[in-house]
């Protein structure tokens, strides 16, 4: 409808012009006594605001032609034209500034929307900020929780003794075993921020069998000794510690079995795990050897975490000469001593687990080799392994035994 309107205004307007020009160009006439008279410029008086407006304004069609036949009304509708065209204008005007105005709230609503924007950016490099100006964070390992107010950590190859604040709200959650994050105070001390959660290895959730093995001593031939010192050293413990107790004796903590192979060490180790019913861990000496230093220590830290969360549990570790061999004063290789070598990380920490500070006497180890000449001496001492059972080859009697016994026979 506006621009319909301005297009009529437009049209009027110049009509007006041309009628106005007309006047002033006209020829005298030809009567010298006749004088022309100067045609009177009508002065527009003040609209009246408050007035209704007019009904010919209420549809396109209707506005433009009543103003076309206002204007040019040979009986003089001049002022009434001059109001009509002066409301004309003010209603342009105020759809103008209210145009004006919504773009200028929109303009302020984008800005808006843009200022919050800058602030959660001022913000992040904020955090960012004081996270560059922090001090540098480390993960640490919980050796022991000394009373409430102390802890002792790992970190790296060194430990440390830190104190809890008093309202720390982490120290229910800190426990042996677990890693929390260390950060250094401006004093130069050391503090716990924040308990991890324990997340299990997949290499170590494998060693688990699941399955329950169906190996018996029945179905073993020609190893009665080896049932009877193996049940002495491993089931008794298990399924009557109150012996031991009354006794005032502790428990054994490992067995070695070691001779040729295929005498029956691995059978044995699965009857003894069917008989107890409790978790067995299985797995061989060569799957803790890893590329990178430290991997294998810390495959059997974890091991004997699940194993205490597990608890009774076997852990049976075949093949230990590739990991126990023995330790000496110099030369290069594999295993050569200065703490280097994966493989004596790895077993000194199979030491601190079999015989360290924590308890472990729901825990029993079998070792099992070929080999026990090259097995370090610190591992196979009493305390460590307190008995050592020799399989030797069968003779002709206990092979028909084997026969006789074992299912396919």
Request: with cysteine; glycine share 8%.
């Amino acid at each position: 409808m506006l621009t319909r309107g301005f297009e009529v205004l437009t049209k009027v307007s110049q009509r007006l012009a041309n009628k106005i020009s007309n006047l002033g160009l006209l020829e005298p006439p030809p009567d010298p006594h006749v004088r022309l008279v100067e045609w009177p410029v009508p002065r527009l008086p003040r609209p009246d605001v408050n007035a209704p407006e007019r009904e010919a304004f209420r549809t396109e069609d209707a506005s433009s032609s009543t103003l076309e036949a206002d204007c040019f009304n040979p009986g003089g509708a001049a002022v009434q034209c001059g109001t009509d065209l002066f409301r004309l204008y003010m209603r342009h005007k105020i759809v103008d500034a209210n145009l004006s105005l919504n773009h200028c709230s929109y303009r302020l609503s984008v800005l808006e929307q843009l200022a919050k924007h800058k602030l959660r950016y001022l913000k992040q490099l904020e955090t960012v900020a004081e996270k560059l100006e922090d001090s540098p964070r480390y993960v640490a390992l919980v050796q022991s929780v000394l009373g409430r107010q102390m802890v002792r950590i790992k970190l790296g190859s060194e430990s440390f003794v830190v104190t809890l604040r008093e309202r720390l709200p982490l120290a229910d959650k800190i426990r042996p075993n677990c890693k929390v994050g260390i950060r250094f105070t401006p004093t130069g001390g050391m503090e716990i921020y924040r308990v991890f959660p324990d997340v299990q290895d997949p290499l170590v959730a494998l060693m688990l069998v699941q399955k329950d093995t169906e190996s018996t001593y029945e179905m073993i031939g020609g190893l009665e000794r080896q049932i009877r010192e193996i049940k002495e050293v491993v089931e008794l413990p298990i399924l009557h510690p109150e012996l031991f107790t009354s006794l005032g004796i502790s428990q054994p903590k490992g067995v070695l079995l070691y001779g040729p192979p295929g005498t029956g060490k691995t059978m044995l180790a699965r009857a003894v795990a069917h008989h107890t019913k409790c978790a067995f861990f299985k797995l061989s000496g060569t799957e803790l050897v890893q590329k990178y230093i430290g991997e294998g220590a810390r495959l059997m830290r974890e091991l004997f975490i699940l194993a205490r969360q597990k608890a009774p549990s076997i852990i049976f570790l075949d093949e230990v000469d590739s990991i126990g061999t023995k330790r000496s004063d110099g030369g290069g290789g594999s295993h050569s001593s200065g703490g280097g070598s994966s493989c004596e990380r790895t077993m000194i920490e199979l030491l601190n687990q079999v015989d360290g500070f924590e308890p472990a006497e729901n825990i029993k180890v079998i070792l099992a080799t070929n080999r026990i000449d090259t097995l370090d001496e610190a591992l196979i001492r009493p305390g460590r392994v307190d008995r050592k059972i020799f399989f030797r080859r069968p003779t002709w009697t206990a092979g028909l035994t084997f026969c006789a016994s074992t299912p396919d026979g």
